[in-house]
């Protein structure tokens, strides 16, 4: 472990919370719901295991969330838990329970 992690806690959650799998900047247009808010945002940053969302609403870390993301000509519905706030500017996401057909349709988005 790091002095750094030591001294700031912060800094060892989001060593264990950095990102799996390769982000595209694929910007999408999803509907959100879930810890007293609900809402359109956009994707700044997208890949198979999560997503960064741009929008107002303040989803705390933690929160589970509902969306529902336009992509290959269908409606995914994914849920997703909040692993990152930025609270009046958006929020990072991690997919679970993602079905086998959705994980594809990200792979193949993000590889174009």
Do not use: W
């Amino acid at each position: 472990m790091e002095i750094s992690n030591v001294l700031y806690p912060a800094a060892q959650r989001l060593e264990e919370d950095r990102r799996r799998d390769d982000r595209s900047r694929l910007i999408i247009d999803l509907f959100f719901e879930g810890a007293d808010a609900t809402g359109v945002a956009c994707t700044r940053d997208i890949s198979p295991g999560g997503l960064y969302m741009s929008t107002l609403a303040i989803l705390p870390e933690g929160a589970f969330v509902l969306l529902r993301v336009p992509l290959g000509g269908v409606q995914l519905v994914l849920k997703a838990r909040v692993v990152y706030s930025n609270p009046g500017r958006g929020v990072g996401v991690h997919f679970y329970d993602i079905t086998d057909e959705a994980q594809e349709l990200f792979e193949r988005a993000v590889s174009t």
